[in-house]
């Protein structure tokens, strides 16, 4: 039995059936990862690995099974984890040189839940700096690689974990999701990405990019398995004043309910110049298919769709300048040396430490929130998103959840955008509109270009209505 081809339900009954053991499991996947992942061109999904943690939980899941004892949902399940959210005695650094050897005394609540949950945690995964980045070319420690064409970009920010699942690294993974750093990344590589409702799952332990907009979620090779790592990491969490205390359905029950029925809106917005005739015509094959299956599609309108990505990135700026303030030198990260005055100590150490982009949006932010140009822009841009929602609430009074592209094309060549932050932020075109509005959404992939890039279909659905787009993605 290879383990590297299994699912987590195949994977917990062979454990329990003693056909195979956790250990073995992650002996295996650590063995993948030193050969195919790790070194000069390779993916380079992960940052570090945890063997001594792996193979202790691993040990307990197998001790558990050979006792005969009802294993834990997700046990012996191989994970890999962002390197945004900090983890208890391992290396945990944003991709940034500031925090480049920030060891955390404590764990991510949806990493502890994992592992509560019998999963093993393989290591840490390659992203933009602090979450920053639509392709994971801004990590301090080199570019993640697309595992279906090593010249290309994953996606991010989230690439290393999206990366790691497509190139069977990992069964499963977490990542975080603040402009579609979920969803592209999971388009861009071929695997499932899902981002729930803002609140569902807690933050608590996710290094800040900004407050409001940050989702964490989980990557998978089916929408099955994003379901049942979905089951075990939402939930309230009194460490975390925003996570919402609404129960959590049965995710893999809600899957297996018929689709029929269901309407489904396609906004005009999502369909226009700048997509891609190849992303169109695998999206609209997809949208098809869900017809077939018994679905209403009905043509519906975003007006304010035009305005998501400027009011994006004020605000997401604005709060990664007032999160990111922190990082100065003094209680924790990286610190300049032989600097004579504090000033001069903290400028050094934020422009040794912070990349390019992660200094641009500070500017950007600081600039929004700055005296005389808040009301400008950090104000208007907040009421923006007001009116966004609303065109959401008024869509979601017709359908059931709305169908779009995840991108407007497939996985773009590494250093393609590198010189044009516009163009590069336009990436998320599709996908920032459900930050703003804290909706939930999901990549599921729907075909692939004529050169064989994987193409993704997303599904956005009404607040903490994921089984609904489970479902929806689950027919795809």
């Known amino acids: 039995m290879d383990p590297l081809n299994l699912n987590i339900a195949v994977l917990r009954e062979a454990i329990a059936n003693k056909k195979t053991t956790a250990t073995a499991t992650a002996e295996s996947y650590l063995a993948k990862i030193a050969a195919e992942d790790q070194g000069a061109g390779k993916v380079n999904a992960f940052l570090v690995t945890s063997k001594e943690r792996a193979l202790a939980k691993a040990a307990e899941i197998d001790a558990m099974a050979a006792k005969g004892d009802t294993l834990p949902p997700l046990a012996g399940v191989p994970v890999g984890i962002k390197d945004v959210m900090v983890t208890k005695g391992l290396r945990t650094t944003a991709g940034s040189k500031i925090l480049a050897d920030y060891i955390p005394p404590y764990d991510c609540t949806a990493v502890a839940r994992l592992e509560t949950a019998g999963a093993v945690v393989l290591g840490k995964l390659n992203c933009d700096e602090f979450a920053m980045g639509s392709s994971n070319e801004n990590s301090a420690w080199g570019p993640v690689r697309n595992p279906h064409d090593l010249t290309r970009v994953p996606g991010g920010s989230s690439g290393g974990s999206a990366a790691c699942v497509a190139a069977h690294t990992a069964m499963a993974s977490l990542g975080s999701d603040t402009g579609g750093s979920i969803r592209q990344p999971a388009a861009f590589c071929g695997v499932v990405g899902l981002m729930p409702t803002y609140g569902r799952v807690s933050r608590y332990g996710l290094i800040a990019f900004a407050s409001s907009l940050d989702h964490i979620g989980p990557f998978a090779n089916s ?3 994003a379901a049942r790592v979905l089951q075990v990491i939402a939930g309230r969490d009194p460490m975390d004043s925003t996570s919402a205390d609404v129960p959590v359905p049965d995710y893999s029950a809600e899957l297996q309910k018929p689709v029929k029925g269901m309407k489904l809106g396609v906004p005009v917005e999502y369909f226009g110049d700048g997509l891609d005739p190849e992303v169109r015509s695998s999206v609209e094959a997809a949208i098809q298919k869900l017809a077939n299956a018994g679905c209403e599609i009905v043509r519906i309108s975003l007006p304010h769709t035009q305005y998501a990505i400027p009011a994006y990135y004020l605000v997401a700026t604005a709060e990664a300048s007032s999160n ?3 990082f100065d030198g003094v209680r924790y990260g990286h610190r300049a040396k032989d600097a004579s005055v504090l000033g001069a100590m903290y400028r050094r150490s934020r422009d040794e430490g912070f990349g390019a982009e992660v200094k641009r949006r500070i500017m950007l932010g600081t600039y929004a929130l700055s005296a005389g140009y808040y009301d400008a822009y950090y104000l208007k841009a907040q009421r923006v998103r007001t009116l966004l929602a609303r065109d959401f609430d008024d869509a979601f009074a017709k359908v059931d959840a709305i169908v779009t592209p995840t991108t407007p094309t497939p996985a773009f060549k590494l250093g393609e955008k590198s010189d044009d932050p516009v163009a590069m932020y336009l990436a998320d075109i599709y996908t920032v509109t459900a930050d ?18 994987p193409i ?7 607040h903490f209505d994921e089984a609904g787009i489970l479902r929806i993605a689950n027919a795809v």
Do not use: W
Request: aromatic share 0%; with cysteine; hydrophobic share 30%.
């Open 436 to 453: 703003l509005t804290g909706n939930p959404g999901i990549s599921v992939p729907c075909g692939k270009s004529k050169s064989g890039l």
């Open 324 to 326: 990111l303030a922190r």
């Open 223 to 225: 929408v099955e398995d």
């Open 456 to 462: 993704g279909l997303q599904v956005l659905g009404k």
